[in-house]
């Protein structure tokens, strides 16, 4: 759960160091319910995307109030714990618990565009149609689906990858349609590649660096100070970190976790 959570949004080398910490700090739910939201947060480091510790973090409170300190394997459990979203709880009910579900994420949503579709890749959006179409693919029996899963996962990581797949040493060419039709070119609207420098994410990062870091309060003035290239930026930036309690007013002027 926790892996799943990190690797919502970041690479898999930037998470190994931070989650092999993490496991060793709390090894289990109850081991982090009982530590500070601040402290998970902090923990987080610079995997981006803080409200994920947060959440995770009161995922690991509901989990010890209302399933005994144990991960729930039901997906309606899962689904109803803070943070976890469609993706995440098929994710722990099949590598966690070996049960059979649909584990579609963007590469496997890909991959399959690809293979079954003839498209490069698949819409921006998640319907309920494509879901009952990718349905079929899963192995009946639960352990092959578990397994089925990491490894159309791992085929959209290292093979059929966004921008350069390896067709030619591809496992399953010969049932690729987007293969078999000469890999046409999208259609639809270009894909935006993600900008980040000089975004409100960045600079919300920013801010969060500077009290993460700190040993104790930090003034706000010297958290604002942190991005001088738009001060009105900087400030709904704190706002926003202050709006979603992922720093907290301190005495005198000043911030924390
Ligand atoms: S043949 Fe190419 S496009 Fe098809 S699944 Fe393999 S890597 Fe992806």
């Not at 039901?74 to 722990?92: C, F, H, K, N």
């Not at 990581?157 to 293969?179: D, G």
């Not at 870091?213 to 970190?241: C, I, M, N, Y």
Request: hydrophobic share 45%; proline share 8%.
């Amino acid at each position: 759960m926790v892996s799943e959570f990190m690797l919502q949004q970041t690479p898999v080398a930037r998470v190994l160091p931070v989650w092999s910490v993490w496991m060793e700090r709390w090894p289990t739910p109850s081991a982090l319910a009982a530590d500070e939201p601040g402290e998970a947060v902090r923990a987080w480091g610079r995997l981006g995307y803080p409200r994920r510790a947060q959440r995770l973090h009161a995922a690991a409170t509901v989990i010890v109030a209302e399933h005994g300190g144990q991960v729930p394997a039901s997906l309606d459990a899962l689904r109803a714990l803070p943070g976890v979203g469609e993706y995440t709880a098929a994710a722990i009910a099949s590598f966690g618990y070996g049960q059979r579900h649909l584990v579609l994420d963007t590469n496997v949503r890909r991959v399959l565009a690809r293979i079954e579709d003839g498209c490069e890749f698949p819409p921006t959006h998640l319907t309920q149609g494509e879901r009952d179409r990718r349905q079929v693919w899963v192995p009946d029996d639960p352990a092959q689906a578990a397994a089925w899963a990491v490894a159309s996962m791992e085929l959209g990581a290292l093979v059929c990858t966004a921008r350069t797949p390896a067709c030619p040493s591809c496992p399953v060419r010969e049932s690729c349609a987007w293969f078999a039709a000469g890999r046409p070119a999208h259609e639809g609207p270009p894909r935006r590649g993600q900008t980040y420098a000089g975004t409100d994410r960045q600079c919300r990062g920013v801010l969060l660096g500077v009290v993460r870091d700190a040993a104790g309060p930090v003034p706000e003035e010297a958290v604002l100070a942190a991005w001088t290239s738009d001060p009105a930026q900087a400030t709904r930036a704190l706002e926003g970190l202050l709006a979603d309690g992922l720093l907290r007013k301190g005495a005198q002027a000043t911030v924390t976790l």
